[in-house]
C-alpha cells in the first residue's frame, strides 16, 4: 500500500494506491471526503482521501510514511463515510537491497537481461534489467512491486520481450541520488550491504 500527498500539484488530498488497477478503467464510489476506487473486476485498487489536512498532519511530499494512530483515523474516516472496508498498513519495506544470484542473456533481446534477484531472507525475484553493467554477484537496490519511486513512478510486475518481471533493479539516477552518474547502469552496493534491508537505511 502507498500513501502519496502533493498539495502543491494535486490539492489537499492523500492518495492511496492498494494495488495496480493494469490500466483498466475504474470506478470511482465518493461519500462526504471519501472516494473509493475500483477496478473493473470490483477490486478495489485505491482510495482518495479530500480535505485531509483537516484530519492530519501530513509531512513530506510525494511518497509519504504513515503512523499506525493515522492510519487508524483514515480507517475511522472511511468508516463515517459508509464504506466498510478497512486499509491494512505494510510494514516491510518496498526499495531494498538485493543480490542478483543469476543473470543470463534474454533470449528475445540484445540487451536486456534475466536476473534471480534475492530481495529477502526467502525471496527471490525474476527481473529484467536493461543495464549494460548488470552481472551475477553483485548487491544491487531493487524495487519490489508496489513501491513508488521518487519520481512518482509506481513499479508493477509486468512482461518484457514476452519474459515476466516483478520489480526493478534501480540506477542512482532513478533513486534521484545526488551526483548520480550520467552513464546508463544500475547502482552497485558495497559487499556489506544487508540483502533485504530498506534502501536508504
Not at 498539495?7 to 488530498?13: F, L, N, S, Y
Not at 498532519?57 to 464504506?83: D, P, S, Y
Request: aromatic letters at 4%; hydrophobic letters at 40%.
Amino acid at each position: 500500500m502507498i500513501f502519496a500527498y502533493n498539495k502543491a500539484h494535486v490539492g489537499d488530498t492523500l492518495m492511496v494506491i492498494v494495488s495496480n488497477d493494469n490500466g483498466t478503467e475504474n470506478t470511482v464510489i465518493r461519500k462526504w471526503n471519501v472516494a473509493q476506487i475500483k477496478d473493473e473486476t470490483g477490486q478495489i485498487v485505491g482510495w482518495n482521501f479530500f480535505h485531509i489536512s483537516d484530519h492530519l498532519t501530513i509531512e513530506g511530499n510525494g511518497q509519504v510514511k504513515l503512523t499506525e494512530e493515522q492510519i487508524a483515523q483514515l480507517n475511522r474516516l472511511i468508516k463515517e463515510a459508509g464504506f466498510e472496508e478497512t486499509l491494512t498498513e505494510e510494514n516491510e519495506p518496498k526499495i531494498v537491497v538485493g543480490y542478483v544470484k543469476t543473470c543470463v542473456p534474454h533470449p528475445d533481446s540484445d540487451h536486456l537481461s534475466i536476473t534471480e534477484t534475492q530481495v529477502g531472507k526467502e525471496e527471490v525475484l525474476q527481473i529484467v534489467c536493461g543495464a549494460p553493467n548488470i552481472e551475477a554477484g553483485q548487491k544491487v537496490v531493487v524495487a519490489k512491486p508496489g513501491a513508488m519511486m521518487p519520481d512518482g513512478m509506481m513499479i508493477w510486475p509486468g512482461t518484457l520481450r514476452g519474459v515476466e518481471s516483478h520489480g526493478m533493479i534501480c540506477s542512482a539516477k532513478e533513486l534521484q541520488l545526488p551526483d548520480a552518474p550520467k552513464e546508463k547502469g544500475i547502482l552497485v552496493l558495497p559487499e556489506d550491504a544487508v540483502i533485504g534491508e530498506a534502501f536508504p537505511k
